[in-house]
């Protein structure tokens, strides 16, 4: 294609000098000069003397001195050779736009993967590599990963008289014939001593990823995308590529567990070209060629998908399942954190759910569970539950480093191994308080993105580190609005289809957690006519039962049966029998307890409770410390001091777990009021304002607890 020439600007002459006529001396007397020999003229200027213009300036009076373009030979206009782009002034003979020293030159082609037999041109030379030797026979030729061509051995000679397998050789195609299915090349070796080589790859239209179905299988497409996953496997490398309609998984094989196509990483832009399969009913590409795309192309497509994304992404602004201001007011919260985890899923991102290990917290891990597995296993394949996620319990309230440390390793092995994205950490019925920031400063240094659902007492610290962060207090709400309640909603607005599957969630949370919000009575009513209140409660009991033996397992599959979401039967059975157990093994631990509960009426005239769990309490069993000091905190105000504002304090060598009631105390504060005045102490902890517990140097014991008991005694207590 021709454009202007750059040089004279498509004049095809340069103006070197320019000025008065030196002949006329630019006079306008109809441009005559004063005197002239008219012997000297010539025919045509005595014809411009005759008819009064100046010969030079032909009556303008001005003179120009041109000089023809060079660079486009006057023409105006060049042309850029095909082969090198450099600038030309002509097209050759045969009408091709290639210059004199790439005509003189011979051109080598390279086949791109995606070129077939019908791509083949005869007596032109292409670039191939010697892929096997057959005695008496010659050499087959692969011109690709598809095309392969006999060289007969008598056209063996020097310089190719020694090939051996994976050498690279230059011949011409020397006749092409075809017999049926079968195409057979006569392939002849060549040295030319100047050549240049020119990449052809086959003309293909772009399809949209979204478009494909079952009917193209076997049909040959050309996809523009961004790598989000590369997978090594035993056999091919798996590179799951999206464009603005969806993503596909395409398959490159090299040989057996060998990376394909190595200089394609995660993130980039690809065009992909290769053969639609069926794989268990599911889209594969088989690759023929994977390249990446050029600057402005990358720019453009990944803009593309991004905001493709963007839109698919956003959540469902379902109603709330109850009537509540706090829900209401944390709604465009909620939605953001719905919106970020459907975005990390439509990214092929593998998402990790951490949660408390007691009732509230595996109801809230559930909520979500349910929520994105169909969306996990519709966006990367049945199997893509099993790695791009995993629910993990927390036996702290908090982010331990412990826990981050392993997931950090993990999701790193998984990178280096699997070419897996770092994962995004759904922190649930954990993640608000400052304890937290240690662990989050593990995951940002790795670009693990956090996003948390909570109802302990937050502090604004941690907000740095997190995408969104929901919890009741940031609204004017508190801890009785679970984060059970909270889950279920997201849930419902990550996946609506969901929500007759974990409406009783909410109601098994709130009751795990004694909530006393107007929130809860209303998700209990909602299963009142499939739960009674006391099966709810025996749910959240044989929850923290089955969760203290499982540790840090996830129970996948038992935690469902204890819900009722798999066979009622089972349920039932299961429910009651934890539940036996569960309640023996309390009441065992409280014997031995109950007789040792010191009690003391603090000057605010609280009633304090304490009871030493490492002396008087059975160790490394169920009720761990947490649970034997709430169930003792359960008798003394619900049958010792019922009405009065009471304190209980399990106590252990380095610990103090806290519960109370008409107690307006604040555990956070006090916390960190005692570890700023009790220097050395290690003081650490938190939960909710009136229940909590406090960690510390076995050391300072009892300075703190001493310490803990003033301040305790300082809170207000709720009057009637």
Not at 256 to 267: E, F
Request: glycine letters at 8%; a negative charge.
């Amino acid at each position: 294609m021709s454009e202007k020439c750059s040089k004279c600007r498509g004049e095809g002459f340069l103006i070197l000098e320019s000025g008065p006529c030196p002949k006329c001396s630019g006079t306008v007397s109809a441009g005559k000069s004063k005197s002239i020999n008219l012997m000297d003229l010539s025919e045509k200027n005595l014809s411009s003397f005759v008819n009064g213009a100046c010969d030079t300036c032909g009556g303008s009076g001005m003179y120009e001195k041109k000089q023809k373009c060079e660079d486009c030979r006057g023409k105006g206009e060049t042309y850029n050779c095909t082969r090198c782009g450099r600038s030309i002034p002509y097209l050759n003979t045969n009408g091709e736009e290639i210059c004199n020293a790439c005509l003189s030159s011979s051109v080598v082609f390279v086949l791109d993967n995606s070129c077939d037999y019908d791509d083949l041109e005869s007596g032109k030379l292409y670039k191939g590599c010697v892929d096997g030797m057959v005695a008496g026979l010659g050499a087959f030729i692969k011109l690709n990963d598809s095309i392969k061509g006999l060289m007969h051995e008598k056209n063996f000679e020097a310089p190719h008289a020694n090939l051996q397998k994976g050498d690279e050789i230059i011949i011409q195609l020397k006749n092409i014939s075809r017999q049926g299915r079968d195409t057979k090349l006569d392939l002849v070796p060549k040295k030319p001593s100047n050549f240049q080589t020119v990449t052809v790859e086959k003309e293909i239209p772009v399809t949209l990823i979204g478009d494909l179905t079952a009917k193209d299988n076997g049909k040959t497409v050309k996809m523009l995308g961004e790598v989000l996953q590369i997978k090594q496997t035993g056999g091919p490398t798996i590179f799951t590529i999206a464009d603005e309609s969806g993503q596909v998984p395409c398959a490159g094989f090299e040989s057996a567990g060998k990376r394909s196509y190595v200089d394609i990483l995660n993130g980039m832009a690809v065009a992909a070209v290769g053969e639609v399969n069926l794989r268990d009913n599911a889209i594969q590409i088989e690759l023929m060629s994977l390249k990446q795309l050029s600057e402005d192309e990358t720019a453009s497509l990944l803009d593309r998908v991004e905001k493709a994304i963007d839109i698919r992404a956003e959540p469902h602004d379902v109603s709330f399942l109850v009537d509540s201001p706090v829900l209401e007011k944390l709604r465009p919260t909620m939605l953001q954190a719905a919106k970020e985890i459907r975005k990390a899923i439509l990214r092929s991102r593998p998402i990790i759910l951490r949660h408390h290990a007691d009732a509230d917290g595996i109801t809230s891990a559930i909520a979500i569970e349910k929520a994105i597995l169909p969306l996990i296993r519709e966006t990367g394949g049945s199997d893509a539950e099993y790695r791009a996620y995993k629910r993990s319990p927390s036996k702290a309230p908090f982010y331990e480093l412990m826990d981050v440390v392993k997931d950090v390793s993990y999701a790193v092995e998984d990178e280096i191994r699997f070419g897996q994205p770092m994962p995004m950490v759904v922190m649930v019925d954990n993640g608000s308080t400052e304890e937290d920031i240690p662990a989050y400063k593990h995951t940002q240094v790795y670009g693990m993105d956090i996003v948390v659902i909570d109802h302990h007492h937050p502090d604004d610290a941690a907000d740095e580190y997190l995408l969104a962060h929901v919890n009741p207090y940031k609204v004017g709400g508190d801890f009785g609005l679970t984060a059970g309640m909270l889950c279920t909603e997201v849930a419902r607005m990550i996946n609506p289809d969901v929500s007759d599957q974990i409406v009783h969630l909410a109601a098994v949370a709130g009751t795990g957690d004694r909530s006393a919000a107007p929130e809860f009575e209303q998700y209990v009513d909602l299963v009142l006519g499939k739960y009674t209140p006391e099966h709810l409660k025996e749910m959240a009991m044989a929850l923290d039962y089955e969760q203290y033996w499982l540790k840090f397992g996830s129970g996948v599959g038992i935690i469902e049966d204890i819900l009722d979401m798999r066979d009622h039967e089972t349920h039932l059975k299961l429910v009651k029998m934890l539940c036996e157990q569960a309640n023996g093994m309390i009441k065992d631990q409280l014997d031995v307890s109950l007789p040792n509960v010191k009690t003391t009426t603090l000057k605010s005239g609280a009633i304090l409770n304490t009871i030493d769990v490492e002396q008087f309490a059975h160790k490394f069993t169920f009720p761990p410390p947490g649970k034997t000091s709430g169930e003792i905190h359960d008798i003394m105000c619900n049958v010792r001091y019922p009405g009065q504002p009471v304190i209980t304090l399990g106590l252990g060598p380095d610990f103090a777990v806290i519960r109370s009631k008409k107690v307006l105390m604040n555990i956070p504060q006090i916390v960190r009021e005692l570890r700023e005045e009790l220097v050395g102490s290690g003081v650490n902890g938190g939960g909710h304002l009136v229940v909590g517990s406090i960690k510390f140097v076995e050391g300072a014991a009892d300075v703190v607890i001493s310490r803990l008991i003033e301040k305790l005694g300082e809170a207000d207590v709720e009057t009637e």
